[in-house]
């Protein structure tokens, strides 16, 4: 087993290289859009459908707004719900506001 023994002034300049790099970055947050954006997934399987409209969600998000607002994870206000089809399928919606990453 080791032991690391550390004088003051050296625990002091590890924990400076710690926190200088979070205290120095640039603030950031993310932009959102006002209105949700919505996308509808038709599968068989209920997980499959859910996976289709957030997959179209962003597939379409990224043609009307552009690759950065296409994230679905970063989206504002995510929901996804389902209903099954007379035919036995599996029908989604997902609706999301578009948000993009911005360092200011």
């Known amino acids: 087993m080791f032991k690391v023994m550390l004088s003051a002034r050296s625990a002091a300049f590890a924990l400076a290289l710690l926190v200088v790099p979070f205290a120095s970055s640039s603030a950031q947050a993310y932009q959102c859009k006002a209105s949700p954006h919505q996308s509808i997934g038709i599968k068989p399987l ?25 994230v679905w994870k970063i989206a504002d206000a995510r929901s996804v719900s389902c209903s099954k089809l007379n035919t036995g399928q599996w029908r989604c919606l997902a609706s999301a506001k578009p948000c993009n990453y911005v360092v200011q």
């Open 46 to 70: 209920k997980l499959g459908a859910m996976g289709a409209a957030r997959k179209n969600w962003s597939t379409s998000a990224n043609s009307q707004f552009g690759l950065s607002w296409s």
